[in-house]
T-cell receptor
Framework: SQKIEQNSEALNIQEGKTATLTCNYT??????LQWYRQDPGRGPVFLLL?????KEKRKERLKVTFDTTLKQSLFHITASQPADSATYLC???????????FGGGTRVLVKP | NAGVMQNPRHLVRRRGQEARLRCSPM?????VYWYRQLPEEGLKFMVY????????ESGMPKERFSAEFPKEGPSILRIQQVVRGDSAAYFC???????????FGEGSRLTVL
């Protein structure tokens, strides 16, 4: 069965540093990966989508990479700010119809 | 353009009662998804619907749970004879097409006493 794994340990990082989150998947080669941000008590919010033929995607201070050989995506938050503190979710489609499978999420805490 | 609207935001039920959760997708979106999130856990896919059709319900328990997305009105997730294990946050998401990003509501938090 498909699995998508994220580091379950919280990531504590100093303001201004770069946070790097890992998303690994097995048994399936998705056409794309998506990253979402979820704040406590709120619904997830879409951040970035990266396709299998794209090695890297950027949006403001966010950068995502997609390595289909390693079956891994890395999510970077550069020049991190306390407002970046949240849980970040990685997801990929299981099959046609965009039924996304989500990883367990990684909580990021940026300390001032 | 309002986002995905879910109600109620919080619902308390006693064991054996019924819970009805409603979701109005974003305007122009015909694809609706329901996910369940237990405390400190990830989102688990439950069901995918298009107008008047259930496309995939492989993540939904066979008993007590049902979903619909009628031609008019919101999508409904119905849980009959609730048990304590049903306590969770239920998120609805919509998308304008079969592929791409999902737009999530703020969730409905069900507590079963």
């Amino acid at each position: 069965s498909q699995k998508i794994e994220q580091n379950s340990e919280a990531l504590n990082i100093q303001e201004g540093k770069t946070a790097t989150l890992t998303c690994n998947y097995t048994n399936y080669s998705p056409a794309y990966l998506q990253w979402y941000r979820q704040d406590p008590g709120r619904g997830p919010v879409f951040l970035l989508l990266i396709r299998e033929n794209e090695k890297e995607k950027r949006k403001e201070r966010l950068k995502v990479t997609f390595d289909t050989t390693l079956k891994q995506s890395l999510f970077h938050i550069t020049a991190s700010q306390p407002a970046d503190s949240a849980t970040y979710l990685c997801a990929h489609p299981r099959a046609a119809g965009n039924k996304l499978t989500f990883g367990g999420g990684t909580r990021v805490l940026v300390k001032p | 353009n309002a986002g995905v609207m879910q109600n109620p935001r919080h619902l308390v039920r006693r064991r054996g009662q019924e819970a009805r959760l409603r979701c109005s997708p974003m305007k122009g979106h015909s694809h609706v998804y329901w996910y369940r999130q237990l405390p400190e856990e990830g989102l688990k896919f439950m069901v995918y619907l298009q107008k008047e059709n259930i496309i995939d319900e492989s993540g939904m328990p066979k008993e007590r749970f049902s979903a619909e997305f009628p031609k008019e009105g919101p999508s409904i997730l119905r849980i009959q004879q609730v048990v304590r294990g049903d306590s969770a946050a239920y998120f609805c998401a919509s998308s304008p097409e079969e592929d791409g990003e999902l737009f999530f509501g703020e969730g409905s938090r069900l507590t079963v006493l």
